[in-house]
């Protein structure tokens, strides 16, 4: 269960291109699950900035000094985050969570890859952790643009069977994507499931790969919220459910981890046709409705008394002729 706490920086630092923060949170590290996210109040009280920041949890303490603690990874990418990077120690900060849909682990020991981009990562590690709790092998594909966006390549390598790095100027590891590498790891890990998180593109591409695999994946969504609880319907994508129907669900609530054979990835910031609730779908629903609801019109053998030869179905039951 969500709840919001007023916090306090714990500490701050550079890795890489980007920011771990650290704050206490009570309340919240205890129920945070691997895949969860928090949103952050981002500005200070007299800040035009209105709109929480979400971010992945990367790590949590239970227990500790000062409580409960949880840390996040962040880049600067605006002034909510430059605000963020510019926080010092003791610091307040209001946060809310835990927040999502987590990732979901097997029932029993089975290997499992991995696949990280950039400091989309960050979930993972807690994800490994819970997943060698369980007696499952943990392989890692970490990858990103240059070395300095990679996150978590020593942290990852040592709670791995292995892992794979991959850079697209080729800085460090193999130079591509690791969609490039993502085949020779299920093959030889013998893998049953895929965890992702990183770029819609590469979610994308490692949810494709998994379905050649016949396996399954789960991936983290890298969606805007503007809320984090539901509110806005800002963060929105389809998503094809149980029954095989598309809707237009919430990353913030029904995610942001989701099955990756259920998105429908080449449309995301679209409203499909065929979506439950679309202005297509929506016609197409009235006009079935309307054409069974219509007086169908019936012939049958003209009467003796010169009346119509034609009856609404409704009343040929009653007078008893066959419709």
């Known amino acids: 269960m969500a709840v919001q706490v007023k916090g306090e920086v714990l500490d701050i630092r ?3 291109s980007y920011f771990n923060l650290s704050m206490v949170a009570p ?3 205890e129920h945070a699950r691997p895949g969860h996210f928090v949103a952050l109040n981002v500005g200070g009280d007299s800040s035009s900035l209105l709109l929480r920041r979400a971010f992945s949890i990367y790590r949590t303490e239970q227990r500790g000094v000062y409580g409960g603690t949880v840390d996040i990874v962040f880049s600067i990418a605006g002034p909510g985050t430059a605000w963020l990077a510019d926080r010092q120690r003791h ?3 209001d946060i809310v969570g835990p927040l999502g849909r987590p990732f979901v682990l ?3 020991p089975v290997p499992c890859v991995l696949i990280g981009g950039g400091y989309g990562a960050a979930p993972l590690f807690t994800l490994a952790e819970k997943l060698r709790e369980r007696g499952c092998r943990v392989d890692f594909v970490l990858g990103a643009s240059t070395e300095d966006r990679l996150f978590g390549a020593l942290e990852g390598k040592r709670m791995s069977q292995s892992i794979a790095i991959t850079t697209e100027d080729g800085s460090l590891g193999e130079r591509g994507r690791v ?6 790891i299920i093959e030889r890990s013998d ?3 895929l965890y992702a998180c990183g770029p819609m593109g590469m979610l994308q591409a490692v949810a494709k790969t998994a379905e050649r695999y016949g396996i399954h994946s789960q991936c983290a969504v890298e969606e805007s919220m503007a809320c984090g609880v539901g509110v806005c319907m800002t963060c929105v994508m389809p998503v094809i459910g149980d029954d095989g129907q598309t809707r237009m669900v919430r990353s913030c609530v029904e995610g942001p ?3 990756g054979d259920r998105v429908r990835w080449s449309e995301v910031g679209t409203v499909p046709d065929d979506t439950i609730g679309s202005i297509a779908w929506t ?3 009235n006009d079935s409705l309307f054409a069974a609801s219509a007086p169908v019109a019936v012939e049958e053998d003209l009467p003796v008394d010169g009346e119509d030869a034609f009856v609404e179905a409704s009343d040929a039951d009653d007078e008893g002729s066959a419709s």
């Open 283 to 285: 016609q197409a629903t």
């Open 179 to 184: 969609t490039d590498v993502l085949p020779r």
């Open 106 to 108: 097997p029932a029993e």
């Open 257 to 259: 981890v989701f099955r």
């Open 191 to 193: 893998s049953a499931v």
């Open 27 to 29: 309340g919240i590290a």
């Open 14 to 16: 550079r890795i890489g």
């Open 91 to 93: 610091d307040p900060i």
